[in-house]
């Protein structure tokens, strides 16, 4: 089998001969002949590359011959492949970027810089073209075609005083040396790849023949077995309970995320995956969209799980569609989450809905970038960022023949703890000089008219500060800015410290989920080590963390405070005790055994400190603010200010208790609830105004 001849297609110039040459050194003991034949662009030459040619110039025939079964395979230079590949033949591999620049020679060897103004400059490249007149555009750019060797000869000839050519041909070719400088430009994305080519179907290429021939496995030379994979997320209009499970999951096995501005980053603290942010608003754009395309290619080939978020839907004017196609045409595997829309949310949200018997049966979603918007003839049409021309799109609207009672709803932040709603006819959006919030979108037609009838606010709205809001969803809508974040420390060898100890003291959830990381970490270290070791819990929601992992608490405090612990503790023998906690954790409860007798040692497993950056929300529909510990205390002051007297407060525990005592203005009254062991020693149930079931909650820290 080795001796079988791979029959390759190939164009005759040069440069395409080396790229076969190169690419088959990787196979020492493959025979291959090249079928050469030049493209249809090599022979036709007046054909401008500037003036969008077709597709396949210079890979159609080589394409045909691999069809008609004259060939096995094509090798090209990945950048002249046309997308898709025509039918019938399929992507063989992909070789990693040679090198991805683009060079300018010149006569003389003068750089970009010094080239005078009118200095004709050539190139076969649109996007170079781009690129050239950003930076000069008192240059001439001319169109040139040829070889790179024919190129070269056209300059020295006088007939042009430059011209930018790919980096990577001038390697292949050992022509460097005419290299006047490395240009800065953005340059095609599979630009210093080969391609190889096949038919679909062929044997010769199966996955099981590959593994059975090693010497024709091409596929270690695929750049794509190493990509990662790219999901576009859409996190829905805003509150992160509406986000799908199925983006929570990418979002939590993601390396890295590139997130728009219409979106809450601070929800993105819970994810361990490196953020960055790519968001564009009006006039503040803070990456290009070829950018946000570049930066979700490298990081794919970097072979890392990548999610591009987006707020609502990433297919409804979220550039869903050219991001995906970005990611195609490098051939980078992805998937598409579908995200709620705004326009879906602000309906379900409102209760106003888009369609309604008798009076919209159709529906329409336009951008309002343009003053002059045309709105469609649709029953009801919602017009996404369009903030800025309400006036002239009313206008237009009531010269299209609209009236000027047709209700429309403005809706801003939707579904965000500071949504606002806006009722308004077209009449009055014309004659009026608008400054509505954004984001904003409008809801136009009868059906907005239905806003006079919706219900009232069924459900209290409670701010919840601590690290676990899901506790409290019972409740009420449930708003989330976490006040405090936790970072593990490092931490001694706790196998051996734990040999010397008899008990072992859990005082929060969080202490338990970080001591058990860093025990698994050492090296010989597994729960094993805790045999022997008896086991106390703060309360009911750190001892069901422990049976997450198999441990069972020998004793669990009623209270859960440290009060609690050392009631529990109070007429033991003293013995050693290990109590793993935070760096800030309260010295309550380790002075207290000490007083007692005990030897206590304290291991600080984590810090707890202020997310960073953090900024004051609008607190305007927030009914009751949740501090679960005493740092979410000290926290919102340092965020607010104050204490607003007007808000009711659910505190979590004595300790969190004394310390908003320390700390509020004590000229003003508040309503306050304590939140203790498994039930509140006062309704806070009544006080959210929505459930009957007791709470089980615990510090975060004492």
Same mark, same amino acid.
Request: charged share 25%; proline share 6%.
């Given at each position: 089998?080795?001796?079988?001849?791979?029959?390759?297609?190939?164009?005759?110039?040069?440069?395409?001969?080396?790229?076969?040459?190169?690419?088959?050194?990787?196979?020492?003991?493959?025979?291959?002949?090249?079928?050469?034949?030049?493209?249809?662009?090599?022979?036709?030459?007046?054909?401008?590359?500037?003036?969008?040619?077709?597709?396949?110039?210079?890979?159609?025939?080589?394409?045909?011959?691999?069809?008609?079964?004259?060939?096995?395979?094509?090798?090209? &230079?990945?950048?002249?492949?046309?997308?898709?590949?025509?039918?019938?033949?399929?992507?063989?591999?992909?070789?990693?970027?040679?090198?991805?620049?683009?060079?300018?020679?010149?006569?003389?060897?003068?750089?970009?810089?010094?080239?005078?103004?009118?200095?004709?400059?050539?190139?076969?490249?649109?996007?170079?073209?781009?690129?050239?007149?950003?930076?000069?555009?008192?240059?001439?750019?001319?169109?040139?075609?040829?070889?790179?060797? #024919?190129?070269?000869?056209?300059?020295?000839?006088?007939?042009?005083?430059?011209?930018?050519?790919?980096?990577?041909?001038?390697?292949?070719?050992?022509?460097?040396?005419?290299?006047?400088?490395?240009?800065?430009?953005?340059?095609?994305?599979?630009?210093?790849?080969?391609?190889?080519?096949?038919?679909?179907?062929?044997?010769?290429?199966?996955?099981?023949?590959?593994?059975?021939?090693?010497?024709?496995?091409?596929?270690?030379?695929?750049?794509?077995?190493?990509?990662?994979?790219?999901?576009?997320?859409?996190?829905?209009?805003?509150?992160?309970?509406?986000?799908?499970?199925?983006?929570?999951?990418?979002?939590?096995?993601? @390396?890295?995320?590139?997130?728009? @501005?219409?979106?809450?980053?601070?929800?993105?603290?819970?994810?361990?995956?490196?953020?960055? *942010?790519?968001?564009?608003?009006?006039?503040?754009?803070?990456?290009?969209?070829?950018?946000?395309?570049?930066?979700?290619?490298?990081?794919?080939?970097?072979?890392?799980?990548?999610?591009?978020?987006?707020?609502?839907?990433?297919?409804?004017?979220?550039?869903?569609?050219?991001?995906?196609?970005?990611?195609?045409?490098?051939?980078?595997?992805?998937?598409?989450? /579908?995200?709620?829309?705004?326009?879906?949310?602000?309906?379900?949200?409102?209760?106003? /809905?888009?369609?309604?018997?008798?009076?919209?049966?159709?529906?329409?979603?336009?951008?309002?970038? &343009?003053?002059?918007?045309?709105?469609?003839?649709?029953?009801?049409?919602?017009?996404?960022?369009?903030?800025?021309?309400?006036?002239?799109?009313?206008?237009?609207?009531?010269?299209?023949?609209?009236?000027?009672?047709?209700?429309?709803?403005?809706?801003?932040?939707?579904?965000?703890?500071?949504?606002?709603?806006?009722?308004?006819?077209?009449?009055?959006?014309?004659?009026?000089?608008?400054? *509505? /919030?954004?984001?904003?979108?409008?809801?136009?037609?009868?059906?907005?008219?239905?806003?006079?009838?919706?219900?009232?606010?069924?459900?209290?709205?409670?701010?919840?500060?601590?690290?676990?809001?899901?506790?409290?969803?019972?409740?009420?809508?449930?708003?989330?800015?976490?006040?405090?974040?936790?970072?593990?420390?490092?931490?001694?060898?706790?196998?051996?410290?734990?040999?010397?100890?008899?008990?072992?003291?859990?005082?929060?959830?969080?202490?338990?989920?970080?001591?058990?990381?860093?025990?698994?970490?050492?090296?010989?270290?597994?729960?094993?080590?805790?045999?022997?070791?008896?086991?106390?819990?703060?309360?009911?929601?750190?001892?069901?963390?422990?049976?997450?992992?198999?441990?069972?608490? @020998?004793?669990?405090?009623?209270?859960?405070?440290?009060?609690?612990?050392?009631?529990?503790?109070?007429?033991?023998?003293?013995?050693?005790?290990?109590?793993?906690?935070?760096?800030?954790?309260?010295?309550?409860?380790? #002075?207290?055994?000490?007083?007692?007798?005990?030897?206590?040692?304290?291991? &600080?497993?984590?810090?707890?400190?202020?997310?960073?950056?953090?900024?004051?929300?609008?607190?305007?529909?927030?009914?009751?603010?949740?501090?679960?510990?005493?740092?979410?205390?000290?926290?919102?002051?340092?965020?607010?200010?104050?204490?607003?007297?007007?808000?009711?407060?659910?505190?979590?525990?004595?300790?969190?208790?004394?310390?908003? #005592?320390?700390?509020?203005?004590?000229?003003?009254?508040?309503?306050?609830?304590?939140?203790?062991?498994?039930?509140?020693?006062?309704?806070?149930?009544?006080?959210?105004? &929505?459930?009957?079931?007791?709470?089980?909650?615990?510090?975060?820290?004492?």
């Amino acid at each position: 089998m080795a001796s079988e001849l791979i029959r390759v297609a190939s164009r005759t110039s040069t440069l395409a001969l080396l790229q076969v040459r190169e690419f088959f050194n990787a196979f020492p003991g493959v025979a291959y002949e090249i079928i050469g034949r030049p493209a249809w662009g090599d022979l036709r030459k007046d054909i401008s590359l500037l003036d969008n040619p077709p597709a396949d110039l210079f890979t159609r025939e080589q394409d045909e011959l691999v069809l008609l079964g004259e060939a096995d395979i094509a090798i090209h &230079s990945a950048k002249d492949m046309p997308f898709p590949l025509p039918d019938g033949l399929e992507l063989i591999a992909l070789t990693e970027a040679f090198d991805t620049s683009d060079s300018l020679v010149s006569r003389d060897n003068k750089t970009l810089a010094e080239l005078p103004a009118g200095a004709r400059i050539a190139t076969s490249s649109p996007t170079r073209k781009a690129g050239l007149l950003a930076i000069r555009p008192e240059l001439v750019v001319a169109g040139i075609r040829g070889t790179i060797e #024919e190129r070269i000869a056209q300059i020295d000839a006088g007939d042009y005083d430059a011209l930018i050519v790919a980096t990577c041909a001038l390697k292949r070719l050992g022509l460097m040396h005419r290299v006047a400088e490395v240009l800065p430009f953005r340059t095609h994305p599979l630009q210093g790849s080969l391609a190889v080519v096949g038919r679909k179907g062929n044997p010769l290429f199966s996955r099981k023949e590959m593994r059975d021939r090693a010497e024709v496995n091409f596929a270690t030379a695929d750049a794509r077995s190493r990509y990662g994979h790219v999901s576009i997320t859409g996190f829905g209009p805003g509150n992160p309970d509406l986000l799908t499970r199925r983006a929570t999951r990418a979002l939590g096995l993601a @390396d890295i995320i590139f997130y728009d @501005d219409l979106l809450d980053a601070r929800e993105l603290h819970r994810y361990t995956a490196e953020k960055v *942010y790519v968001g564009k608003r009006k006039d503040r754009h803070s990456h290009s969209q070829e950018d946000i395309h570049q930066l979700m290619i490298d990081a794919a080939r970097a072979g890392r799980r990548v999610v591009r978020l987006k707020g609502g839907d990433p297919m409804v004017f979220a550039h869903g569609g050219e991001e995906a196609l970005a990611l195609a045409q490098c051939y980078i595997p992805y998937e598409i989450i /579908p995200g709620i829309s705004t326009a879906l949310a602000v309906a379900s949200l409102t209760g106003i /809905p888009l369609t309604h018997r008798g009076l919209a049966a159709s529906v329409a979603f336009v951008t309002g970038h &343009s003053p002059q918007l045309q709105l469609p003839g649709t029953d009801t049409v919602v017009i996404y960022m369009g903030a800025a021309n309400l006036r002239p799109i009313a206008t237009n609207a009531l010269a299209q023949g609209r009236t000027p009672e047709t209700p429309v709803l403005l809706a801003a932040h939707v579904s965000r703890n500071n949504e606002q709603r806006f009722f308004t006819t077209l009449g009055q959006l014309a004659s009026e000089d608008n400054n *509505y /919030p954004t984001p904003l979108i409008a809801v136009v037609g009868k059906v907005a008219g239905l806003g006079a009838v919706l219900p009232a606010k069924s459900r209290p709205t409670l701010l919840v500060t601590g690290t676990h809001p899901g506790d409290y969803d019972r409740l009420g809508k449930v708003i989330h800015q976490p006040l405090i974040e936790l970072k593990a420390l490092d931490t001694p060898p706790l196998g051996e410290l734990l040999r010397h100890h008899d008990w072992l003291i859990f005082t929060s959830r969080n202490s338990v989920d970080f001591f058990v990381r860093a025990l698994l970490k050492e090296e010989k270290t597994d729960l094993r080590s805790l045999a022997g070791l008896r086991i106390v819990s703060v309360g009911r929601i750190t001892s069901r963390t422990l049976l997450r992992y198999g441990l069972k608490p @020998d004793l669990q405090a009623t209270d859960e405070s440290s009060e609690g612990i050392l009631t529990l503790l109070r007429h033991r023998p003293a013995a050693r005790a290990v109590i793993p906690r935070s760096a800030i954790g309260l010295p309550a409860l380790p #002075e207290g055994l000490r007083k007692a007798g005990w030897k206590i040692t304290e291991i &600080s497993l984590y810090t707890n400190n202020l997310p960073e950056p953090t900024e004051a929300i609008d607190l305007t529909g927030i009914d009751t603010i949740v501090l679960t510990s005493p740092s979410c205390v000290t926290n919102f002051k340092k965020v607010y200010g104050q204490f607003p007297a007007e808000k009711n407060y659910l505190l979590r525990g004595r300790e969190t208790e004394k310390r908003f #005592e320390n700390e509020k203005d004590n000229t003003k009254n508040y309503q306050v609830k304590l939140q203790l062991s498994g039930h509140t020693n006062t309704d806070a149930a009544a006080m959210a105004e &929505s459930t009957r079931h007791p709470l089980h909650h615990q510090h975060d820290s004492i």
